[in-house]
């Protein structure tokens, strides 16, 4: 038989009141552990570094579907411009308040109601991994799972991944693949003098401006046939002088490339050294380079689990989603390498933002795709 039936809405306003701004997430991973052993699935905690994970499966027995998500959150920011309390769960005229109810606590209750529900009729498993460090560094949430589940034999066939992936319909786009992405934090180092005499210094913002220059105006692609654009953005410069009259000794900067599968983080990172190499041979001023990849760009080909993902989505909004590979990085980046998967989830328009929202029937809607993803995959 079934387990008890779940509200996604009800779940959704417990989660968010557990408030959990990364990488805190002990509160919500205690209360889906109870809430899923409850329900006949076998629960481990699969924490590392300080960061709560979990993993939880019924079913003993293949094929294997799988589920990622997370329960951590960003910080509130300017709590005095929120309209209702971030941690209140509060629903007014149709539409659920607070930190996470977009990215992505309803999306972990849609998809744990839907598995409860199905549970204890799947010829097969299903598995939840669920993290607490997705907004963070990200090293010790998903990928532990992963490592753990690979020491342990346990796997997962497919998996969905439940961040928010329609811009602005629900059920418009699901993703297949995201672009990689790479961070560099570079400091310049020159030598300190008196902005009057210049000659007799090695000015590190000017050799800064000129390798920032050559990196955001260099035409790396036009895009490739799944992927937008590679695209190069500054996103920190500082050289902590409040003299107007001295030139420093150093400066940073920081960047954000996020690239296509016409690049590797590996190449990126060998011409990113080739410039800082000719800027330093013109201007004197060395360069330390902190390159840091959090991904490789990736895609899922279309196949039997975009097909039922598709169909699901079309059935339940009456829309057939795009398959993109736009936005940022998530954890499929790591899913990736252990499974096909694919991102499923809600509207993402409020997500970061002071008064995240998100409309309660769009988790009805989206519980009720979930369940119609678990059927079709097994049936």
């Not at 310049?188 to 990196?215: I, T």
């Not at 937008?228 to 953005?233: E, G, L, N």
Request: aromatic share 6%; proline share 4%; glycine share 12%.
């Amino acid at each position: 038989m079934s387990g008890a039936a779940i509200d996604p809405v009800e779940l959704t306003q417990a989660l968010i009141r557990l408030p959990s701004v990364t990488p805190d997430a002990e509160a919500p991973i205690v209360h889906l552990a109870a809430l899923l052993e409850d329900a006949g699935f076998t629960c481990t905690r699969v924490d590392r570094g300080g960061v709560a994970n979990l993993y939880a499966r019924s079913g003993g027995h293949g094929p294997v579907l799988g589920f990622n998500g997370h329960v951590d959150v960003v910080p509130v920011g300017d709590l005095d411009s929120w309209t209702e309390d971030p941690f209140g769960g509060t629903i007014r005229d149709g539409v659920l308040y607070g930190r996470g109810a977009c990215d992505m606590k309803s999306g972990v209750a849609a998809w744990v109601a839907a598995a409860v529900q199905a549970a204890g009729d799947c010829p097969g498993s299903l598995v939840l991994a669920i993290t607490g460090d997705e907004e963070g560094a990200g090293v010790d949430g998903t990928a532990a799972i992963l490592d753990w589940m690979a020491g342990t034999g346990e796997r997962m066939d497919a998996c969905i991944v439940g961040e928010p992936t329609c811009p602005a319909r629900m059920g418009e786009m699901v993703k297949i693949g995201r672009r990689g992405s790479l961070t560099l934090r570079v400091v310049a180092r020159g030598r300190q003098g008196h902005a009057a005499y210049p000659q007799n210094a090695r000015n590190p913002l000017h050799a800064m401006v000129d390798l920032l220059h050559r990196l955001t105006a260099a035409h790396l692609d036009d895009g490739t046939d799944r992927f937008d654009r590679t695209t190069v953005q500054i996103t920190g410069f500082d050289c902590g002088n409040t003299a107007n009259n001295v030139i420093p000794a150093t400066c940073r900067a920081m960047l954000n490339i996020r690239f296509n599968d016409a690049h590797s983080g590996l190449s990126l990172s060998d011409w990113l050294h080739e410039r800082a190499r000719e800027v330093s041979g013109a201007t004197g001023v060395a360069f330390d380079l902190d390159i840091a990849i959090s991904g490789e760009s990736f895609v899922t080909a279309p196949e039997r689990l975009t097909d039922i993902v598709q169909r699901a989505v079309e059935a339940e909004t009456g829309l057939i989603p795009v398959l993109s590979t736009s936005g940022g990085t998530s954890d499929a980046r790591f899913v990736k390498d252990h499974c096909p998967v694919i991102e499923l989830g809600l509207v993402g328009r409020t997500m970061h933002q002071v008064d995240e929202r998100v409309e309660v029937e769009h988790i009805r809607q989206l519980t009720a795709i979930y369940s119609r993803v678990i059927r079709d995959f097994f049936g």
